[in-house]
């Protein structure tokens, strides 16, 4: 079971980045994806889950209406697409696969980070 995060990058505020997470090893229909962020001396907060099986999608307010959370079931890939970015959403993102919830504690499997950095 493994979760392969790639996409990010520094990026000038108001740029864009796609993130991507491919899952392998195991079929992730019914599982919910959830991307989580962690900044500098802060703690892993919430971004965005997606369920698999149904059209439910929920985002953290501070992202909400800048970023989306489109999939591609036959690729078993979620994506994280991020617009008008601030330099308060500078973080590491981790894509993970669980329970449809904002708490990672629901969430078993995890991939690596991607840096996102959003200079002003």
């Known amino acids: 079971v493994q979760l392969q995060a790639s996409g990010g990058g520094l990026v000038q505020a108001g740029g864009s980045l796609r993130l991507s997470c491919a899952a392998s090893?195991?079929?992730?229909?019914?599982?919910?994806m959830g991307w989580f962020r962690q900044a500098p001396g802060k703690e892993r907060e919430f971004v965005a889950a997606?369920?698999?099986?149904?059209?439910?999608?929920m985002y953290a307010d501070s992202v909400k209406g800048r970023f989306t959370i489109p999939r591609d079931n036959a690729k078993n890939t979620v994506y994280l697409q991020m617009n008008s970015l601030k330099p308060e959403d500078t973080a590491v993102y981790y894509c993970?696969?669980?329970?449809?919830?904002?708490?990672?504690?629901?969430?078993?499997?995890w991939g690596q980070g991607t840096q996102v950095t959003v200079s002003s």
């Open positions: 993970a696969a669980g329970v449809y919830s904002r708490s990672g504690s629901n969430y078993f499997y």
């Open positions: 090893g195991r079929t992730f229909s019914n599982y919910a």
């Open positions: 997606i369920r698999w099986s149904e059209v439910m999608i």
